[in-house]
T-cell receptor
């Protein structure tokens, strides 16, 4: 069965601090996809990244970076030099399907960046 | 261009009444998804459409829930004989196709409150 765990329910940091959001997943498939979504106060989920199980390269996009480690079934997300606009709920998700995108979402981590 | 829109933004209803929630996807997007976000269950996949057909209805929580899509565009999620546990934010998303590599774009959601 698929499962996504985000152990951090809420995190508060001060602006310019770095912060890492943890994501641990469970799946029996060898082919799967991992995602991160951001949900700002407006409520609309915003896609951040997609990773397939065969690509363990870490990725950096501006202040965002992702560390995918199959050995520990983790797909952690780091925000460098956090900003107030980063305040949101962040969801990690898993899909075992190559189509239809039947996601299993983690419970989310609420990040508050204080000025 | 315009994003995914949902109406109404808020709906308050009495237990036992039927409700219809509407989603207008991004023009040209062939895939459409419904999710539910509640405090108790987090983010749950409900159903997706490829064109007007729904290959995967596995996420619908009961036979009180149904959805249709007409003309490959607008979709309606109907909940019959609403119960208090149906209270949640219902999110709609659309994507250009159903492949896992097709990014989903989410609407702002409809907040349903069942009294």
């Amino acid at each position: 069965a698929q499962k996504v765990t985000q152990a951090q329910t809420e995190i508060s940091v001060v602006e310019k601090e770095d912060v890492t959001l943890d994501c641990v997943y469970e799946t029996r498939d060898t082919t799967y996809y991992l995602f991160w979504y951001k949900q700002p106060p407006s409520g609309e989920l915003v896609f951040l990244i997609r990773r397939n199980s065969f690509d363990e390269q870490n990725e950096i996009s501006g202040r965002y970076s992702w560390n995918f480690q199959k050995s520990t079934s983790s797909f952690n997300f780091t925000i460098t030099a956090s900003q107030v606009v980063d305040s949101a709920v962040y969801f990690c998700a898993l899909s075992e399907a190559s189509y239809g995108q039947n996601f299993v979402f983690g419970p989310g981590t609420r990040l508050s960046v204080l000025p | 261009g315009a994003g995914v829109s949902q109406s109404p933004s808020n709906k308050v209803t009495e237990k036992g009444k039927d409700v219809e929630l509407r989603c207008d996807p991004i023009s040209g997007h062939t895939a459409l998804y419904w999710y539910r976000q509640s405090l108790g269950q987090g983010l749950e996949f409900l159903i997706y459409f490829q064109g007007n057909s729904a290959p995967d209805k596995s996420g619908l929580p009961s036979d009180r829930f149904s959805a249709e899509r007409t003309g490959g565009s607008v979709s309606t999620l109907t909940i019959q004989r609403t119960q208090q546990e149906d209270s949640a934010v219902y999110l709609c998303a659309s994507s250009p196709g159903v492949l896992i590599t097709d990014t989903q774009y989410f609407g702002p959601g409809t907040r349903l409150t069942v009294l």
